[in-house]
């Protein structure tokens, strides 16, 4: 726990059993069994042979284990989790709400869409203050999913990107950066990916010569809450989010 944010990492563990090594302990099962028996084995018990076999592998399987954080800044009523996807997240979140017995959570509701938004900073090239256009947007069709078109390393503004948008297609994902400190990935569900710390933030709020772990550990968490804080709170003003009661976390 620092600054008013909590810190928590959830584990879950997964056995692993590779195809080929239940494909051949099933062939061997079928074949003991009609060896014995003289007969062949149909397609039904050939499910239930598997399923034994299954049972049979799984104490002796390996284990992998995957671990997601996630913070909660009790000052601003946001749950953060660092996950791959939504699947993920919701999965850690459950965990929560399993532990806790209630967790009053839910996603960012924006009062208009994030693609429009998002549209109109790249077609007009003014942004809130403290956010800047990086270098990368993905755009869609409105009246097609299918019409996808990916940019990187490109400059926003050029007129390449402007014909798209003409033509009717909206930013859905946008790269940004929030006061030259840390640069991110906006999607269309408010989602961030690909956050990055820049390296004259890392060299003036770490210090360098920590060698402690656990102090290492509070140091880049405090650096981390506090850029996300601001973060949050402008783009919550921005989308005009519901909610802000902090004891409902979203």
Known sequence: QVADCLLVCARRQERLLPSSVVAESLDEKIAEIEDREARTVGRKERRQVRDEVMLELLPRAFTRSRRVCAYLDRQTGWLLVDAASAKA???????????LGSLPVHPPRPAQPPELLMTRWVTEGELPMGLELGDECELRDAQDERALVRCRGHDLACEEISTHLRSGKEVTKLA????????FILQEDLSL?????????????LD??????????DAEFILMTGEL???????????ALSGGDPSAPR
Do not use: C
């Open 176 to 183: 940004l950066a929030w006061r030259e400190g840390l640069a």
């Open 208 to 217: 360098q010569g920590l060698e402690d772990e656990a102090a290492r550990l």
């Open 193 to 205: 990916k690909r956050l990055r710390f820049s390296d004259e933030l890392l060299e003036a709020g």
């Open 89 to 99: 997240a919701e999965e850690v979140v459950d965990l929560l709400r399993d532990t």
């Open 229 to 239: 804080r601001g973060l949050l709170e402008r783009l919550e003003e921005v989308f």
